[in-house]
């Protein structure tokens, strides 16, 4: 077709139309056919392919498409459970997975669902340790991510006992302080050198709550041992009752710690909670009951923390061996030498200056240490000015470790009197202090094993300036309010006194 012959063409075609009498036969030929052929409603052979089934089933259509974002949503979900930080599903398990999961739980399955989640996260920064994938990003994220759960942790526990439920509250608080300590460890032994530094502020942030989750277990246990009122047989029931769960805890993971070497960290966890555990059942059987409870209450922690850590190891790029290179040493012998008393401790710096951090200590040891703790809280009478108070404490080691004590009477004149031992490996000492003026003064007193680690805690002590003030002030506590029949336990007894 050529160039004036398409000119002519369309020129042609504007200038021709239909006439009226044509127009008027179509019409009258198109409706003579619709009558000769009506139209039939049949149903189609497939629905789903009709725009009816769209505009008319809207139930079906609802179901249709909701259950395509379930099942793509869930495939997400099930593909963003190994993501690791920094990988690009990572948010949505965190922000929206574990969110969800956690928004149709109770008060209580929801904190212990935050501990899981704590554990989580660490056992995340092991995976990328071991792979030698840690960035000061994804620690900072780490970090940030623990802080949330240990304040949502914090948050529910409170809400807990304000409901009348401050048992439920210590035990997530003692699964919670168990499961840091062990999922600690195994991060630390797999970071790499040259990433030691820059953990540094994660690991602190990990001792951090552990610390905080400690607290609230011995702040039980002193509220409830220095409580004269208590009967002693209610004390040795708690005892037995603790001793009981100690068993069905290590009844659980027996078994792998059989099969492990006698050097893996595992087995010498185990080993220390069967020590203090027959430590205690010693002490019950003296009739020093309690420290029986304080001993119960260590193993019990100890107990479940054997437990995570058996549970965490299973993961196949984890394993908690000891290290090769370790000379094997003989374990330490309890010896029965008569108690004595020995000069003073040495006084003249702090442990800080002679021990590595607790941090640096667990990064350096490759086999697990056991730290003391302290089993005798003496009750704290209310002195006078110028009046000497004398104290007696008391600690167990596992592993028979020669002990150092530090004492802040927080009046500034720091460890002003002596401090004398009163058994060969300084498990048990004898202090006094002389205050001069009357007020409130917070005292803590810690002790050391030498190894980086140690046990401490705080009190408040009393001095009052008149002998009136001193009279009303020790007279007795009234006996707990409890119906006839009902258990003491120490988080219970703590919340009376509050």
Not at 204 to 221: G, Y
Request: one cysteine or more; aromatic letters at 6%; a negative charge.
């Amino acid at each position: 077709m050529t160039h004036k012959f398409a000119q002519f063409f369309f020129k042609l075609l504007q200038g021709t139309c239909l006439t009226d009498a044509e127009r008027a036969a179509i019409r009258a030929d198109f409706i003579a056919h619709m009558r000769a052929r009506p139209y039939t409603q049949t149903r189609a052979e497939n629905p789903l392919q009709t725009i009816a089934f769209f505009l008319f089933k809207k139930p079906a259509a609802i179901t249709l498409c909701l259950s395509l974002v379930v099942f793509g949503a869930g495939s997400v979900a099930y593909a963003s459970n190994n993501s690791l930080p920094g990988e690009a599903l990572y948010t949505i398990k965190v922000n929206v997975v574990e969110e969800v999961k956690s928004a149709f739980l109770s008060k209580e399955k929801k904190a212990r669902f935050e501990v899981e989640r704590t554990a989580r996260r660490i056992q995340e920064a092991t995976k990328l340790a071991s792979e030698n994938r840690l960035t000061p990003e994804t620690l900072k994220l780490m970090e940030t991510h623990l802080e949330e759960h240990a304040q949502t942790i914090s948050k529910l526990t409170e809400t807990i006992n304000a409901e009348g439920n401050a048992e439920i509250s210590a035990d997530i608080h003692t699964e919670l302080q168990a499961t840091l300590a062990a999922n600690k460890e195994i991060f630390t032994a797999v970071i790499p050198e040259e990433s030691i530094e820059e953990t540094q502020t994660l690991i602190a942030a990990i001792e951090t709550i552990e610390d905080a989750a400690k607290l609230e277990t011995t702040e039980a246990v002193i509220a409830l041992v220095q409580n004269e009122d208590i009967p002693k047989y209610d004390l040795q029931k708690i005892s037995e009752e603790t001793r009981v769960l100690i068993e069905e805890e290590t009844a659980a993971v027996r078994q792998m710690v059989e099969t492990a070497p006698e050097t893996s960290s595992i087995a010498r966890k185990f080993a220390a909670v069967q020590k203090i555990t027959e430590e205690g059942e010693r002490r019950l059987k003296e009739g020093a009951v309690r420290e029986s409870v304080a001993l119960f209450q260590e193993a019990k922690i100890r107990a479940k923390e054997v437990s995570v850590l058996v549970e965490t190891s299973k993961e196949p790029q984890i394993k908690i061996q000891a290290d090769e290179n370790e000379p094997q040493t003989a374990p330490p012998q309890i010896t029965n030498a008569p108690r004595e008393t020995i000069a003073k401790i040495p006084i003249g710096q702090p442990a800080s200056a002679e021990m590595p951090s607790p941090t640096q200590a667990k990064i350096e040891q490759p086999l697990p240490n056991t730290p003391p703790k302290i089993i005798s809280y003496p009750s704290v009478p209310v002195g006078a000015p110028q009046s000497e108070i004398p104290f007696t404490w008391e600690a167990f080691d596992p592993e028979n470790d020669t002990l150092r004590w530090e004492l802040w009477w927080g009046d500034e004149e720091r460890r002003e009197n002596q401090e004398v031992c009163e058994s060969s490996s300084c498990s048990r000492i004898s202090a006094s202090h002389t205050f001069t003026d009357p007020g409130l003064y917070t005292a803590r007193v810690r002790v050391y094993d030498g190894k980086g680690e140690s046990d401490g805690y705080s009190f408040i002590i009393d001095i009052r300036a008149t002998a009136e003030e001193q009279t009303s002030a020790q007279e007795p506590v009234a006996p707990s309010e409890r119906r006839e029949g009902e258990s003491i336990t120490p988080i219970r007894e703590r919340e009376r006194r509050r």
